[in-house]
Protein backbone atom coordinates (compact mmCIF):
# COMPACT_ATOMS: atom_id res chain seq x y z
CA UNK A 1 0.00 0.00 0.00
CA UNK A 2 1.60 3.23 -0.92
CA UNK A 3 0.15 6.57 0.15
CA UNK A 4 0.63 10.31 -1.21
CA UNK A 5 -0.60 13.08 1.77
CA UNK A 6 -0.97 16.05 -0.29
CA UNK A 7 -2.25 19.58 0.00
CA UNK A 8 -5.38 18.79 -1.22
CA UNK A 9 -6.17 14.99 -0.44
CA UNK A 10 -4.80 11.95 0.37
CA UNK A 11 -4.76 9.22 -2.66
CA UNK A 12 -3.88 5.67 -1.17
CA UNK A 13 -3.19 2.41 -3.84
CA UNK A 14 -2.97 -1.44 -3.35
CA UNK A 15 -0.69 -3.01 -5.38
CA UNK A 16 0.64 -6.52 -5.95
CA UNK A 17 4.09 -7.13 -4.59
CA UNK A 18 4.86 -9.67 -7.48
CA UNK A 19 4.20 -7.89 -10.44
CA UNK A 20 2.82 -4.39 -9.32
CA UNK A 21 -0.62 -4.54 -10.94
CA UNK A 22 -2.67 -1.69 -9.47
CA UNK A 23 -5.64 -4.03 -7.06
CA UNK A 24 -6.93 -0.68 -5.66
CA UNK A 25 -7.32 2.98 -4.95
CA UNK A 26 -8.70 5.41 -2.28
CA UNK A 27 -9.09 8.87 -2.43
CA UNK A 28 -10.04 11.28 0.38
CA UNK A 29 -10.13 15.44 0.25
CA UNK A 30 -8.63 17.41 2.95
CA UNK A 31 -10.05 21.02 3.94
CA UNK A 32 -9.64 23.78 1.79
CA UNK A 33 -6.71 25.94 2.54
CA UNK A 34 -7.28 30.50 2.92
CA UNK A 35 -6.03 31.96 0.26
CA UNK A 36 -3.80 34.31 2.34
CA UNK A 37 -0.27 34.63 3.71
CA UNK A 38 -1.70 31.67 6.18
CA UNK A 39 -1.60 27.94 5.04
CA UNK A 40 -2.69 25.71 7.75
CA UNK A 41 -4.34 22.32 8.07
CA UNK A 42 -5.22 20.71 11.49
CA UNK A 43 -3.10 17.40 10.74
CA UNK A 44 -5.77 14.92 12.00
CA UNK A 45 -8.06 16.01 9.11
CA UNK A 46 -4.67 14.31 7.14
CA UNK A 47 -5.65 10.90 9.28
CA UNK A 48 -9.33 11.19 9.21
CA UNK A 49 -8.53 10.98 5.21
CA UNK A 50 -6.10 8.36 5.71
CA UNK A 51 -8.38 6.50 7.65
CA UNK A 52 -11.45 7.04 4.42
CA UNK A 53 -9.11 6.47 2.33
CA UNK A 54 -8.26 2.89 3.10
CA UNK A 55 -11.35 2.20 3.54
CA UNK A 56 -12.29 2.60 0.14
CA UNK A 57 -9.99 0.76 -1.12
CA UNK A 58 -11.88 -2.44 0.10
CA UNK A 59 -8.42 -4.18 0.78
CA UNK A 60 -7.71 -6.12 4.05
CA UNK A 61 -4.40 -7.96 3.40
CA UNK A 62 -2.06 -5.73 3.26
CA UNK A 63 1.66 -6.72 3.90
CA UNK A 64 3.70 -3.92 3.75
CA UNK A 65 2.88 0.47 3.40
CA UNK A 66 4.69 3.28 2.75
CA UNK A 67 3.61 7.14 3.40
CA UNK A 68 4.78 9.96 1.40
CA UNK A 69 3.68 13.18 2.21
CA UNK A 70 3.63 17.33 1.28
CA UNK A 71 7.38 18.23 2.17
CA UNK A 72 8.45 21.32 4.38
CA UNK A 73 5.13 21.38 6.69
CA UNK A 74 5.38 22.10 10.44
CA UNK A 75 3.83 19.92 12.83
CA UNK A 76 4.64 20.34 16.43
CA UNK A 77 3.64 18.35 19.32
CA UNK A 78 3.68 18.06 23.39
CA UNK A 79 5.14 15.83 25.36
CA UNK A 80 2.32 13.44 25.17
CA UNK A 81 1.76 13.27 21.07
CA UNK A 82 -1.16 15.75 20.78
CA UNK A 83 -0.66 18.12 18.18
CA UNK A 84 0.00 22.27 19.77
CA UNK A 85 -1.14 23.64 16.76
CA UNK A 86 -2.25 23.32 13.08
CA UNK A 87 0.44 23.09 10.70
CA UNK A 88 1.77 25.29 8.69
CA UNK A 89 2.31 24.07 5.02
CA UNK A 90 5.22 24.33 2.63
CA UNK A 91 2.88 27.29 1.16
CA UNK A 92 2.16 29.00 4.20
CA UNK A 93 4.07 32.27 3.97
CA UNK A 94 3.99 34.02 7.29
CA UNK A 95 7.51 32.95 8.13
CA UNK A 96 9.08 35.12 4.86
CA UNK A 97 10.37 38.10 6.96
CA UNK A 98 11.80 35.07 8.81
CA UNK A 99 13.53 33.69 6.38
CA UNK A 100 15.38 36.74 4.97
CA UNK A 101 16.41 37.62 8.70
CA UNK A 102 18.02 33.78 8.22
CA UNK A 103 19.88 35.14 4.93
CA UNK A 104 20.96 38.53 5.97
CA UNK A 105 22.46 36.58 9.11
CA UNK A 106 24.76 34.15 7.41
CA UNK A 107 24.75 34.77 3.53
CA UNK A 108 22.92 32.54 0.84
CA UNK A 109 25.97 30.96 0.14
CA UNK A 110 26.58 29.55 3.85
CA UNK A 111 23.49 28.17 3.66
CA UNK A 112 23.30 26.52 0.45
CA UNK A 113 26.60 24.95 2.06
CA UNK A 114 25.24 24.03 5.63
CA UNK A 115 21.84 22.36 4.53
CA UNK A 116 21.89 22.04 0.49
CA UNK A 117 18.85 24.93 0.30
CA UNK A 118 18.90 28.91 0.89
CA UNK A 119 16.08 29.71 3.48
CA UNK A 120 12.64 30.72 2.15
CA UNK A 121 9.24 30.88 3.65
CA UNK A 122 8.29 27.09 2.16
CA UNK A 123 11.49 25.94 4.72
CA UNK A 124 10.52 24.39 8.05
CA UNK A 125 13.05 26.02 10.01
CA UNK A 126 11.43 29.26 9.23
CA UNK A 127 8.39 28.36 10.24
CA UNK A 128 10.05 26.99 13.53
CA UNK A 129 11.31 30.88 13.78
CA UNK A 130 7.95 32.24 13.15
CA UNK A 131 6.41 30.10 15.81
CA UNK A 132 9.23 30.96 18.76
CA UNK A 133 8.72 34.76 17.45
CA UNK A 134 4.83 35.10 17.45
CA UNK A 135 3.75 32.39 19.60
CA UNK A 136 6.21 31.77 22.43
CA UNK A 137 3.93 30.15 24.73
CA UNK A 138 3.27 27.09 21.78
CA UNK A 139 6.59 26.98 21.21
CA UNK A 140 7.75 26.61 24.52
CA UNK A 141 5.77 23.36 25.09
CA UNK A 142 7.13 21.92 21.54
CA UNK A 143 8.58 18.38 22.33
CA UNK A 144 8.90 16.82 18.79
CA UNK A 145 8.99 18.66 15.31
CA UNK A 146 7.85 16.63 12.34
CA UNK A 147 7.20 16.97 8.93
CA UNK A 148 3.53 15.93 7.12
CA UNK A 149 4.60 12.83 6.07
CA UNK A 150 6.41 11.54 9.39
CA UNK A 151 3.18 12.45 11.65
CA UNK A 152 1.01 9.91 10.19
CA UNK A 153 3.62 7.55 10.41
CA UNK A 154 4.15 8.13 13.99
CA UNK A 155 0.14 7.96 13.84
CA UNK A 156 0.30 4.73 12.26
CA UNK A 157 3.67 2.73 13.97
CA UNK A 158 3.98 5.28 17.35
CA UNK A 159 7.52 5.91 16.36
CA UNK A 160 8.88 9.21 15.72
CA UNK A 161 10.88 8.64 12.54
CA UNK A 162 11.92 10.51 9.00
CA UNK A 163 13.91 10.16 6.17
CA UNK A 164 16.66 11.65 4.48
CA UNK A 165 14.60 12.97 1.56
CA UNK A 166 12.06 14.96 3.40
CA UNK A 167 14.73 15.85 6.31
CA UNK A 168 16.43 17.56 3.73
CA UNK A 169 14.06 19.82 2.67
CA UNK A 170 13.63 21.66 6.44
CA UNK A 171 16.91 23.66 6.34
CA UNK A 172 18.63 22.06 9.19
CA UNK A 173 19.52 18.81 7.75
CA UNK A 174 22.84 18.63 6.16
CA UNK A 175 22.85 16.47 2.86
CA UNK A 176 26.40 16.49 2.77
CA UNK A 177 26.89 15.45 6.22
CA UNK A 178 23.89 12.78 6.36
CA UNK A 179 22.91 14.70 9.62
CA UNK A 180 20.48 16.79 11.54
CA UNK A 181 22.20 20.28 12.03
CA UNK A 182 20.65 21.07 15.85
CA UNK A 183 23.20 24.07 15.96
CA UNK A 184 21.33 25.93 13.03
CA UNK A 185 18.18 25.80 15.23
CA UNK A 186 20.16 27.36 17.90
CA UNK A 187 21.69 30.09 15.82
CA UNK A 188 18.20 31.23 13.95
CA UNK A 189 15.44 30.08 16.13
CA UNK A 190 17.04 29.67 19.50
CA UNK A 191 17.61 26.84 21.92
CA UNK A 192 14.99 24.94 23.71
CA UNK A 193 14.66 25.90 27.71
CA UNK A 194 14.94 22.27 28.36
CA UNK A 195 16.68 19.66 26.24
CA UNK A 196 18.41 20.04 23.25
CA UNK A 197 16.89 20.51 19.69
CA UNK A 198 18.69 16.02 18.98
CA UNK A 199 15.74 15.65 21.43
CA UNK A 200 12.87 16.85 19.19
CA UNK A 201 13.87 16.17 15.90
CA UNK A 202 12.80 12.52 14.23
CA UNK A 203 15.04 9.18 13.61
CA UNK A 204 16.42 9.70 9.97
CA UNK A 205 15.95 6.57 8.43
CA UNK A 206 17.87 4.82 5.65
CA UNK A 207 16.23 3.94 2.77
CA UNK A 208 15.25 0.30 3.01
CA UNK A 209 15.12 1.04 7.25
CA UNK A 210 11.87 -0.30 7.90
CA UNK A 211 9.91 2.70 10.64
CA UNK A 212 8.14 -0.38 12.41
CA UNK A 213 5.06 -2.94 12.28
CA UNK A 214 1.51 -1.08 12.03
CA UNK A 215 0.38 -0.81 16.09
CA UNK A 216 -2.57 -3.47 16.62
CA UNK A 217 -4.68 -0.61 17.68
CA UNK A 218 -4.34 1.45 14.62
CA UNK A 219 -4.57 -1.96 12.67
CA UNK A 220 -8.12 -2.81 14.37
CA UNK A 221 -8.64 0.81 13.49
CA UNK A 222 -8.42 0.32 9.73
CA UNK A 223 -9.90 -3.10 9.53
CA UNK A 224 -6.51 -4.83 8.28
CA UNK A 225 -6.42 -8.64 9.18
CA UNK A 226 -2.40 -8.47 8.76
CA UNK A 227 0.18 -6.22 11.02
CA UNK A 228 1.99 -4.24 7.93
CA UNK A 229 5.61 -3.40 7.86
CA UNK A 230 5.80 0.18 7.58
CA UNK A 231 8.95 1.95 5.43
CA UNK A 232 10.38 5.27 6.21
CA UNK A 233 8.65 7.20 3.81
CA UNK A 234 9.82 10.10 1.81
CA UNK A 235 8.58 13.97 0.94
CA UNK A 236 6.35 14.33 -2.23
CA UNK A 237 8.97 14.93 -5.15
CA UNK A 238 11.28 12.26 -4.22
CA UNK A 239 8.40 10.04 -4.15
CA UNK A 240 7.45 11.27 -7.59
CA UNK A 241 11.24 10.72 -8.67
CA UNK A 242 11.17 6.90 -7.74
CA UNK A 243 7.91 6.07 -8.73
CA UNK A 244 8.92 7.00 -12.05
CA UNK A 245 12.30 5.71 -11.95
CA UNK A 246 14.32 8.79 -12.63
CA UNK A 247 17.86 8.53 -13.34
CA UNK A 248 20.92 10.76 -13.72
CA UNK A 249 20.48 12.37 -16.84
CA UNK A 250 16.69 12.64 -16.55
CA UNK A 251 14.39 15.58 -15.85
CA UNK A 252 11.07 15.22 -14.20
CA UNK A 253 8.50 18.68 -14.29
CA UNK A 254 5.94 18.33 -12.22
CA UNK A 255 2.79 20.29 -12.22
CA UNK A 256 0.73 20.63 -9.24
CA UNK A 257 -0.20 23.04 -6.63
CA UNK A 258 3.29 24.15 -7.22
CA UNK A 259 5.30 23.74 -9.94
CA UNK A 260 8.83 21.47 -9.72
CA UNK A 261 11.60 20.59 -12.00
CA UNK A 262 13.93 18.20 -10.88
CA UNK A 263 16.87 15.36 -11.41
CA UNK A 264 18.69 12.73 -9.71
CA UNK A 265 22.40 13.38 -8.90
CA UNK A 266 25.23 11.07 -7.40
CA UNK A 267 26.63 14.01 -5.54
CA UNK A 268 24.93 17.17 -3.51
CA UNK A 269 24.31 20.78 -4.67
CA UNK A 270 24.61 23.70 -3.26
CA UNK A 271 23.50 26.94 -5.19
CA UNK A 272 24.64 30.00 -3.62
CA UNK A 273 21.77 31.93 -5.78
CA UNK A 274 19.07 30.27 -3.82
CA UNK A 275 17.95 29.04 -7.24
CA UNK A 276 18.54 25.05 -6.71
CA UNK A 277 17.37 22.93 -3.76
CA UNK A 278 19.84 20.87 -2.56
CA UNK A 279 17.38 17.96 -1.73
CA UNK A 280 18.26 14.61 -1.06
CA UNK A 281 16.34 11.55 -2.61
CA UNK A 282 14.67 8.42 -1.33
CA UNK A 283 17.38 6.31 -2.75
CA UNK A 284 20.72 7.50 -1.06
CA UNK A 285 21.16 9.68 -3.58
CA UNK A 286 20.17 13.50 -4.07
CA UNK A 287 17.27 15.66 -5.78
CA UNK A 288 18.52 18.92 -6.93
CA UNK A 289 15.14 20.77 -7.53
CA UNK A 290 13.98 24.25 -8.58
CA UNK A 291 10.26 24.87 -7.51
CA UNK A 292 7.39 28.13 -8.01
CA UNK A 293 4.84 28.13 -5.53
CA UNK A 294 1.87 28.33 -7.35
CA UNK A 295 1.42 25.95 -10.73
CA UNK A 296 -2.05 24.92 -11.21
CA UNK A 297 -4.16 26.97 -9.09
CA UNK A 298 -3.17 29.96 -11.11
CA UNK A 299 -3.86 27.93 -14.49
CA UNK A 300 -7.25 26.18 -13.29
CA UNK A 301 -8.41 30.22 -12.71
CA UNK A 302 -7.50 31.19 -16.07
CA UNK A 303 -9.02 27.65 -17.88
CA UNK A 304 -11.99 28.62 -16.31
CA UNK A 305 -12.30 32.05 -17.33
CA UNK A 306 -11.25 31.01 -20.83
CA UNK A 307 -14.35 27.96 -20.17
CA UNK A 308 -11.44 25.41 -21.11
CA UNK A 309 -10.54 22.19 -19.71
CA UNK A 310 -6.60 21.89 -18.24
CA UNK A 311 -5.59 20.13 -21.83
CA UNK A 312 -7.40 22.57 -24.23
CA UNK A 313 -5.31 25.03 -22.04
Known sequence: ??????????????????????????????????????????????????????????????????????????????????????????????????????????GAERWAKACGSVPVASLTITKLAWLARHEQATFERVARVLLPHDYLTYRVTGRYVTDRGDASGTGYWSPTENAWRPDLLDRVVGAPSDGTW???????????????????SVNDVLGLRGRPLCGPGTGDNMAAALGVGLRPGDVALSLGTSGTVYTVADRPTADGNGFVAGFADATGRFLPLVCTLNATGVTDVIARALGATASEL
Do not use: C
Open 1 to 106: MGVDSSTQSTKVEVRDADDGHLVAAGRAPHPATSHTARREQDPKAWWDALVIAIGQTGERDIAAMSIAGQQHGMVVLDAAGAVLRPAKLWNDTESAPEAEAMVKQF
Open 198 to 216: DDRLPEVLGPQEPSDWMTA
